[in-house]
């Protein structure tokens, strides 16, 4: 059994834009950004909670720092040191992503750091499951933990059986049958990205401010 439970951050107000996009979000534009996100375990805590909501402060001030009152650009802008030295002259607060932006992006940075605190402050009994980040009511893009769904097939006799099991069955009916088994294995989706946030020590690691 898994258990889950989510809970609504307020990220701030953030100005990012996509420079090769052919639209107007070509241009400097910002949204309050907020984050929905939900913590998995198969074990609740002693109060019988997913997570103590109360232990996300720190978490939140991370957030804040990247995303509040804050201007967000790709490494790979072509106008980088532009806003670079805005930052200089102390107009912007510059954030620099070198996986990139939009909410998708986003989506990504707060899903790694969220997942890296989160294990460590429970000792690897609670994940991040998804995240879904908000630039208003109309869009918003998610990220999701890889994981194989286990799924509960009813077989030929009635029985109930999971995905693995229905697995071993189906290769020990095409062996007696003299087929070559199938590889009914379900590859696990894609993880997101390599470069997950090491731990507490190098919260923005990616980040020209935080280096």
Known sequence: MTYTSSKVIELGS?????PNADSHCKYLHG??????????????????????????KQLKEIFNNQF????????????LDTFKD??????????????G?????FAEWVFKTADTYIEEATEG???VDSVTVFEHGNNFASCHKSAKAET?????????????EQEEVNKDNASESDQT???????????????????????????TWGD
């Open 14 to 18: 953030t100005a990012f834009r996509q």
């Open 101 to 105: 932006v939009g909410i998708e992006k």
């Open 31 to 56: 949204y309050q950004l907020k984050a929905e996100l939900t913590f998995g375990c198969k074990k609740l805590n002693n109060n019988n909670w997913v997570f103590d909501f109360g232990g996300l």
């Open 86 to 99: 805005l930052q200089d002259k102390n107009i912007i607060q510059l954030r620099i992503l070198d996986t």
């Open 152 to 164: 509960t097939l009813v077989n030929e006799e009635g029985t109930k059986t999971n995905d693995a």
């Open 181 to 207: 088994p199938q590889d009914t294995h379900n590859p696990r989706a894609a993880q997101v990205g390599n470069r997950v946030t090491p731990g507490k020590g190098n919260w923005f690691a990616g980040t």
């Open 125 to 127: 009994r609670v994940w």
């Open 68 to 79: 509040d009152h804050t201007t967000v650009i790709s490494v790979l802008d072509p106008d």
